[in-house]
C-alpha cells in the first residue's frame, strides 16, 4: 500500500477517519477543533497517509513554521495526529508515516521536528527524544493571595473577533512561533479554550488562554501581556476555576522568578519530544556539538536534568500549548 498526499477530495474523510482514531469515545470537541492550523484545509500539503479499500488506515499530519530562537529564526516541524485504524495496527504502518515525513522534512531543509505524546516508544525509532524544557506552574497560591490592579477591568475575550489585539500582545514574546496571517483567528477561536482579558480604558493589555478543547485541560496554554498583569490575571482565571496551572516556555525565565516570588510552584519537564533532522543547518546557526552527538537533539536545545535542574543546549526554542499538534 502507497502512501499517498490527502488533496482536497480526500480532505473531510481524512479528518474524521483521524477524529475517530484518536477520539473513539467521542469528546466534546473534535480534532480539527483542538488542532485547526495543522489540521486546516490550509495545510493540505502536511497530511499524508495510506488507503486500504475501504477509505484512509493510516494518517498523519506535520505543520512548519519557522521559530525566534536565541539563535534566530530556525523551521521547526510539529508532528501530529498520529491515527492506524485498529484492524491495521502493528504491522508498521505508522512506522512508514513517520520516515516518510521525517525524509520528506529533511529534504525540505527543516533542522528539527517535535511531537507530544505519552507513547514515546512509538516515535524513537525516527530518533525523537526528550529535549528542551518549559515550566509548569502551579496556579493555586496566586488565586487566593493575588490583588487585581485597581485600574484595569476582566473582561471575557472572543478569540477569533480579537485575534489581532491578542497576536500583537503575542509577538511581545522573544521566543515564539512566527505563526501565519490565518493562523491567529484559527487559534484563539478555538472551540474548547476559554480567553479572558485584562483591559485598561477598553484596550487588552494581557491575556491567558485556557485549556485547548480537551488537549490541554485546566492548563493556561498561552498568555501574554507585562508580568505585573500577567500574574493577576493567572490568579483570577484560576480563582474562576478556569485553570489549575500555566505553561511557561523557556526563555520566560524572569516572568517565572516573579510568578514564584509570588508563592506560585512550578515543575520543570521536557518541552517535546524532539528529533534533528538536519544538524548542518544547525551547526551554520550557532556552532557545532561535541562530535557523535550531531543528532541528539538535547545536545542542541538542552534538557532536564534528573535532580529538575536545566541543562542548557545551543539554542532555546519555545513552543506554546496552542502550537502544540
Ligand atoms: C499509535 C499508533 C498510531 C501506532 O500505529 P501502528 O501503525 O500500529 O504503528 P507501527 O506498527 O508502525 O509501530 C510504530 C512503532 O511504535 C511501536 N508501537 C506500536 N504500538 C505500540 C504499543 N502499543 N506499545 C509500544 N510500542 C508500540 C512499534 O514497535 C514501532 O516501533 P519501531 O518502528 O521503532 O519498531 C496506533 O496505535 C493508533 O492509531 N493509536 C490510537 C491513536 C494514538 O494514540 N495516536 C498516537 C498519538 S501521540
Known sequence: MEICPVGEEGYEE???FLDAGMRPEGASTQVADDFPVIL???NLAGMIGIRGDAGWIAGLAALTRTFTTTAGPVEVAGLG???THPDHR???LSSRLQRAMVERLAAAGTPLAVLWTDQPEIYAGRGFQAAGWEFHLDLGPLASHGSWPPDA???PVDGAAAAADL????DRHPLRTRRLAGDHAALYGMPGTTIRALVRDGRIEAFACCGKGIDFPGYVAEWAGAAMDVLPLLGRVAAEGLATRALVPAGNER???RAVAAGAGFAVVPSGLWAVLRP?????LCGPVDPGRERDATAWLGEVVAEGEVRPGRLQVAVWGLDSV
Do not use: P
Open 40 to 42: 486546516g484545509a490550509d
Open 81 to 83: 495526529s498520529v491515527v
Open 90 to 92: 502493528g504491522q508498521g
Open 14 to 16: 481524512f479528518v474524521a
Open 153 to 155: 477591568g476582566y473582561r
Open 280 to 284: 548542518d543547518r544547525l551547526q551554520a
Open 167 to 170: 497576536a500583537a500582545l503575542y
Open 255 to 257: 516572568f517565572l522568578e
